[in-house]
């Protein structure tokens, strides 16, 4: 098995199933809050992935679906709440991309 074979099951099994702009159906992948070291959460809430401050999440999904950067959402969770990336990168071993990391903020509900 390969080390993207590996990393996929990973996301099928414990991953969150989400919905992408550059996919036709589902993806599973890893979306959760960001947090820093020291980082203060006085007007934060409490969620079901955890404690958010409304800022920026992490994403690690399949390399097969790139999140383009812009002002435009990308990726919308289960709740129907959208995200813009902020920035994205290929993680590769060789020249073999394993999976995607990205920085996203979710969009402000109007």
């Not at 996929?8 to 414990?14: D, P």
């Not at 070291?37 to 404690?51: A, E």
């Not at 709440?81 to 902020?86: E, N, R």
Request: overall charge negative.
């Amino acid at each position: 098995m390969t080390p993207r074979e590996s990393v996929a099951g990973l996301f099928e099994r414990f991953g969150r199933t989400v919905t992408l702009l550059t996919a036709s159906g589902a993806v599973h992948c890893f979306l959760q809050p960001m947090r820093y070291k020291n980082k203060m959460f006085l007007d934060s809430q409490y969620t079901r992935i955890g404690v958010v401050d409304e800022s920026c999440f992490l994403y690690l999904g399949p390399p097969e679906h790139d999140l383009p950067e812009g002002a435009f959402p990308v990726l919308w969770d289960e709740n129907g709440d959208g995200y813009t990336c902020v920035k994205r990168e290929f993680i590769r071993l060789g020249y073999q991309p394993v999976y995607l990391w990205a920085v996203l903020r979710r969009e402000e509900s109007a």
